[in-house]
């Protein structure tokens, strides 16, 4: 080989030796794979988070993933509490129970389900009192301004003494009541003179007339465990349904079975409001057909609360507004036939605060045709004439036991005369 040739080949082996560097060096650039962002994107939706926590791996509780032991086994063991155990028996058993599938985390977007036919809790006895006697300080002080700005001036002529008996007519205390509590008040501050705190002399007088030393109990429960069966009586629109139903939330505030019975057959209305109101804090109502019997409806509602031995028994009545003989007739049978299987324990008649007078004189017919053991007295909230209170019990001779105070579900409270003097003077 000449020097020339050999040059030549040297060359050559250079060329493609440098040749193969490059193509290497190529080959490499190409396979680096990209740089990861440096932080990870947030998912978009909560379904997307849900795939994300699918993508991890499920922490091993009892249950999901691992087998889980048999219950009689694990309660045996030392270390693991039956409650553990129960849990673990319970999650193996269940379809699914370890991390959601795909299809799962889709149906986990959030979206706005129907209303259940829930239970409602209704307001205990104590807190609804202190709502309520705000309320009723609220809207009776009108009558007390006027009482005590009467009662503020110095000389008190019989100009001002015929001011302050009107104030108490205008707020519905009746002629009797407000000329006792004339005269009284009149006395107190004649005999005392300037030591006398007239403020405090018609507070006396007010409380006298409402007359604090009632019992304002309600039989609630029967003797020997048998229920109590409580009579509701009134005219149409006095509130009759809606008194009912609340009674029916006061008891099961606190904690006591009740059993409703529908027997104004008169109203198909009637049955259905009532049942509605039982409805919805899980108590059950005995109806009739439209038009039957309604003896015979409180005579089943009676037998069937004996059967379920619940606490009470409320019937409801028909207040058709007739003749005092047809009231006296129908009452009274639906009284003799529910009470041969256990005696009436209450009969509360129902009345409507701002029909004034003209309700008084209705609600004497009811207490002549039936034994009337207590008021309740509704739409107390309804008028600034809270002087009825007075008039009812003085007139009918039957103490207040209950005040509706509002037309929310929970607006009916046992009616406390001290209370509701303090009310009545805005104290
Ligand atoms: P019923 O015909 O005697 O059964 O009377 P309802 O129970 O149907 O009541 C008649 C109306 O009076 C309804 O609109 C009730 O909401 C309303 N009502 C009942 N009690 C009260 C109350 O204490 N205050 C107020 N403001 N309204 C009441």
Excluded: C, Y
């Excluded at 302050?164 to 005999?191: H, K, M, P, Y």
């Excluded at 004034?356 to 053991?373: H, I, P, S, Y």
């Excluded at 036991?401 to 037309?407: I, N, P």
């Amino acid at each position: 080989m000449t020097p020339e040739q050999i040059v030549i080949v040297v060359v050559a082996i250079v060329v493609l030796l440098a040749g193969l560097a490059v193509g290497l060096w190529v080959s490499r650039r190409k396979g680096t794979p990209p740089m990861p962002p440096a932080t990870p994107t947030p998912p978009a939706t909560p379904v997307a988070a849900a795939k994300e926590e699918e993508a991890k791996p499920a922490p091993v509780t009892p249950g999901q993933g691992a087998k889980a032991p048999p219950a009689a086994e694990v309660s045996d063991a030392a270390e693991v509490s039956e409650a553990e155990a129960a849990a673990a028996a319970t999650s193996a058993a269940e379809p699914g129970a370890g991390a959601p599938s795909a299809a799962e985390a889709d149906e986990a977007e959030p979206s706005v389900a129907p209303p259940a036919a829930a239970i409602e809790t209704p307001e205990a006895a104590t807190s609804r009192l202190q709502r309520l006697r705000a309320r009723l300080a609220g809207s009776k002080s009108a009558l007390g301004k006027a009482l005590l700005a009467v009662l503020s001036r110095d000389q008190l002529t019989q100009d001002d003494w015929d001011e302050f008996e009107e104030s108490l007519l205008l707020a519905d205390v009746g002629a009797g009541a407000a000329e006792d509590i004339l005269t009284n008040v009149r006395q107190t501050l004649r005999v005392k003179g300037g030591e006398a705190d007239p403020a405090e002399a018609l507070r006396q007088e007010l409380l006298a007339a409402v007359n604090t030393a009632a019992t304002r109990d309600i039989a609630w429960q029967g003797q020997d465990g048998q229920p109590g069966i409580i009579l509701v009586v009134g005219v149409n629109g006095s509130g009759k349904t809606t008194t009912i139903g609340r009674l029916a939330r006061l008891e099961v505030a606190e904690g006591r079975t009740v059993l409703l019975g529908a027997a104004d057959t008169f109203r198909a209305a009637a049955a259905e409001q009532l049942t509605t109101w039982g409805e919805r804090v899980g108590v059950k109502t005995v109806r009739g057909p439209e038009g039957s019997d309604p003896a015979a409806v409180a005579f089943e509602a009676v037998e069937q609360g004996l059967k379920q031995a619940v606490d009470t028994v409320i019937i409801d009545t028909a207040g058709r507004l007739h003749n005092k003989a047809n009231l006296m007739d129908e009452l009274g049978k639906i009284k003799r036939v529910a009470s041969r299987q256990a005696p009436i324990t209450e009969t509360l008649l129902v009345l409507d605060a701002t029909t004034g007078q003209n309700g008084l004189t209705q609600a004497r017919v009811f207490t002549e045709a039936v034994d009337v053991t207590g008021i309740v007295l509704t739409k107390l909230d309804g008028t600034a004439k809270g002087g009825i209170v007075i008039a009812v019990q003085r007139e009918l001779g039957v103490p207040v036991k209950l005040v509706g105070l509002g037309e929310g579900p929970d607006d009916l409270a046992p009616f406390d005369p001290a209370a509701f003097v303090d009310g009545l003077l805005g104290r």
